[in-house]
């Protein structure tokens, strides 16, 4: 399975950006998706996750409101949207992907991509 995330960015405080990772070699329907975070000098972060069929998902407090996780299961590929972005919210954003739960730890995923910088300024 091969994720690649992209549309991080800099941008102030208040912007938006959505980030999107594109994922291939497994049934995308089948894929719990994950996003998660790490900013430097500290550990990574959950962000939000989504279930295969899109149906339900989590969001981690620090996001809900400003945050949406949405996929599209026709293109294989999972968004995040960013609204109302913060300086805090600065750091590299992770994709990931599981077939057996869209969990809120980094070690139930199986696949990760590469990671997309966002960097907001106040």
């Known amino acids: 399975v091969q994720l690649q995330a992209s549309g991080g960015g800099l941008v102030q405080a208040g912007d938006s950006l959505r980030l999107s990772c594109a994922v291939s070699?497994?049934?995308?329907?089948?894929?719990?998706m994950g996003w998660f975070r790490q900013a430097p000098g500290k550990e990574r972060e959950f962000v939000a996750a989504?279930?295969?069929?899109?149906?339900?998902?989590r969001m981690t407090d620090s996001v809900k409101g400003r945050f949406t996780i949405s996929r599209d299961n026709a293109k294989n590929t999972v968004y995040l949207q960013m609204n109302s972005l913060k300086p805090e919210d600065t750091a590299v954003y992770y994709c990931?992907?599981?077939?057996?739960?869209?969990?809120?730890?980094?070690?139930?995923?199986?696949?990760w991509g590469q990671g997309t910088q966002v960097t907001v300024s106040s």
């Open positions: 989504m279930s295969g069929s899109g149906s339900e998902y």
């Open positions: 070699g497994r049934t995308f329907s089948r894929l719990a």
């Open positions: 990931a992907a599981d077939p057996r739960f869209f969990g809120v730890l980094g070690n139930e995923y199986n696949y």
